[in-house]
């Protein structure tokens, strides 16, 4: 079957809540993909910053064949191996002290919402706490996390939402500063905005962050799930900031491709929230996605990622910079690691579409925004190959 007649069918199966791009991959290799036609592309997605490592990465593909062969799932009532070692390397990097394996990033977030509610309620046993989140902020799609999503279209026609929760703008103390009630038990957000538009938080309102929620023993939960795992120059994104958080989330990159999230929390939150009984998944913690953690883990090390990072973007930082300052119709470039977005004065639908012809994969953040989430492991002249197609699409 030709790639036309697959999408026709997609279209007439799959329920419509993606406005799709008309392509089909079917494989990939490095930082490149390949479509049903044998079209050659060049990612600057990565499966919206999952594939950290690029595709087909062979020890990577390896480990996770050898633990298919082995078992790929027992239940949580069992211990498994490649479990007990994500948990164990997972602390390591995060510094953080207690781990719970999810499937996704919404499942993620979740159980940090439950964990902050648990942890207030043992303090007071009341049950009308708040979570302040801030606008434009996006933290998934299950109840929950969409009630701390700070995009009302999202939200709307869903409601009422899980309630309690207050939203303040990022990178404005005062904003939060109005919204802190005795109440407050949680402040959630992402330490560089994905989906709202790339921005970075500002050291300066994290730390002023850190300090209230000090004060006040109102948990800091970072959402990590797109900033983190070294997309940002630093394992995790908070880790640049002189800040830790009481509660972290953390998944795309975390499995590299296996669907797997996590919540990881310090020792005192982990003494003092959830127990047995209070919180569960069938699939979180299998073989198959502790399998896909430790070898990630691994690989980030043996193949120096962060290093990699490091380098190459500052040269991509450099090379946007030199576009956004030659071009009217761009606002501005902004980001942090290989997370980056130019800001459009217009819609950049048609410049993406373009690019795609093009072979170059791109993908917006907002509507007037084009976001930049590469493999992690591109080099210096795959920023000139995309910089060179970006200019002939603009
Ligand atoms: C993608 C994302 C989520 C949701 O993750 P899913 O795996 O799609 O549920 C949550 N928070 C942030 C910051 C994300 O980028």
Same mark, same amino acid.
């Given at each position: 079957?030709?790639?036309?007649?697959?999408?026709? #069918?997609?279209?007439?199966? *799959?329920?419509?809540?993606?406005?799709?791009?008309?392509?089909?991959?079917?494989?990939?290799?490095?930082?490149?993909?390949?479509?049903?036609?044998?079209?050659?592309?060049?990612?600057?997605?990565?499966?919206?910053?999952?594939?950290?490592?690029?595709?087909?990465?062979?020890?990577?593909?390896?480990?996770?064949?050898?633990?298919?062969?082995?078992?790929?799932? &027992?239940?949580?009532?069992?211990?498994?191996?490649?479990?007990?070692?994500?948990?164990?390397?997972?602390?390591?990097?995060?510094?953080?002290?207690?781990?719970?394996?999810?499937?996704?990033?919404?499942? %993620?977030?979740?159980?940090?919402?439950?964990?902050?509610?648990?942890?207030?309620?043992?303090?007071?046993?009341? &049950?009308? +706490?708040?979570?302040? %989140?801030? #606008? +434009?902020? /996006?933290?998934?799609?299950?109840?929950?996390?969409?009630?701390?999503?700070? $995009?009302?279209?999202?939200?709307?026609?869903?409601?009422?939402?899980?309630?309690?929760?207050?939203?303040?703008?990022?990178?404005?103390?005062?904003?939060?500063?109005?919204?802190?009630?005795?109440?407050?038990?949680?402040?959630?957000?992402?330490?560089?905005?994905?989906?709202?538009?790339?921005?970075?938080?500002?050291?300066?309102?994290?730390?002023?962050?850190?300090?209230?929620?000090? #004060?006040?023993?109102?948990?800091?939960?970072?959402?990590?799930?797109?900033?983190?795992?070294?997309?940002?120059?630093?394992?995790?994104?908070?880790?640049?900031?002189?800040?830790?958080?009481?509660?972290?989330?953390?998944?795309?990159?975390?499995?590299?491709?296996?669907?797997?999230?996590?919540?990881?929390?310090?020792?005192?939150?982990?003494?003092?929230?959830?127990?047995?009984?209070? +919180?569960?998944? $069938?699939?979180?913690?299998?073989?198959?996605?502790?399998?896909?953690?430790? !070898?990630?883990?691994?690989?980030?090390?043996? #193949? !120096?990622?962060?290093?990699?990072?490091?380098?190459?973007?500052?040269?991509?930082?450099?090379?946007?910079?030199?576009?956004?300052?030659?071009?009217?119709?761009?606002?501005?470039?902004?980001?942090?690691?290989?997370?980056?977005?130019?800001? /459009? !004065?217009?819609?950049?639908?048609?410049?993406?579409?373009?690019?795609?012809?093009?072979?170059?994969?791109?993908?917006? %953040?907002?509507?007037?925004?084009?976001?930049?989430?590469?493999?992690?492991?591109?080099?210096?002249?795959?920023?000139?190959?995309?910089?060179?197609? *970006?200019?002939?699409?603009?």
């Amino acid at each position: 079957m030709n790639m036309n007649t697959y999408i026709e #069918e997609a279209e007439g199966a *799959l329920l419509h809540t993606y406005n799709r791009f008309p392509i089909v991959f079917e494989s990939g290799d490095g930082v490149y993909l390949k479509d049903l036609n044998g079209k050659r592309y060049l990612d600057f997605v990565s499966g919206i910053g999952v594939f950290a490592l690029g595709y087909n990465n062979k020890a990577y593909n390896d480990a996770v064949k050898s633990q298919v062969d082995k078992i790929m799932h &027992t239940s949580n009532y069992y211990y498994n191996v490649p479990a007990i070692e994500a948990a164990k390397k997972l602390k390591a990097v995060s510094g953080m002290d207690r781990v719970f394996f999810t499937n996704s990033g919404a499942e %993620a977030v979740e159980g940090a919402i439950k964990t902050a509610r648990k942890y207030a309620y043992l303090k007071d046993g009341k &049950t009308d +706490h708040e979570i302040i %989140a801030m #606008e +434009h902020s /996006f933290h998934g799609r299950t109840m929950g996390a969409l009630s701390v999503t700070g $995009t009302p279209k999202y939200r709307e026609a869903f409601q009422p939402m899980i309630g309690n929760i207050r939203f303040a703008r990022l990178n404005d103390i005062e904003s939060v500063k109005q919204q802190i009630t005795d109440k407050t038990c949680a402040i959630i957000m992402e330490t560089v905005q994905g989906e709202g538009g790339i921005y970075p938080a500002e050291k300066a309102f994290l730390q002023e962050i850190r300090q209230i929620c000090d #004060e006040k023993d109102i948990l800091l939960i970072l959402d990590e799930i797109q900033c983190g795992m070294g997309r940002c120059g630093e394992m995790f994104a908070w880790q640049d900031y002189g800040v830790k958080p009481d509660v972290m989330t953390c998944a795309k990159a975390l499995g590299c491709g296996v669907p797997v999230g996590a919540f990881l929390m310090t020792e005192k939150v982990g003494q003092n929230s959830l127990v047995a009984g209070d +919180h569960g998944t $069938t699939y979180g913690g299998n073989p198959l996605g502790g399998a896909a953690i430790s !070898k990630v883990m691994d690989l980030f090390e043996e #193949e !120096k990622v962060l290093e990699n990072v490091r380098e190459v973007s500052a040269y991509l930082a450099e090379k946007l910079d030199e576009i956004a300052a030659l071009r009217d119709d761009i606002i501005m470039h902004r980001g942090k690691g290989l997370m980056r977005g130019l800001e /459009f !004065k217009n819609p950049v639908g048609d410049i993406i579409n373009r690019a795609l012809d093009k072979g170059l994969v791109l993908i917006n %953040a907002g509507t007037n925004v084009i976001r930049f989430l590469p493999p992690l492991i591109i080099r210096k002249e795959h920023v000139d190959e995309m910089i060179a197609i *970006l200019k002939e699409c603009l």
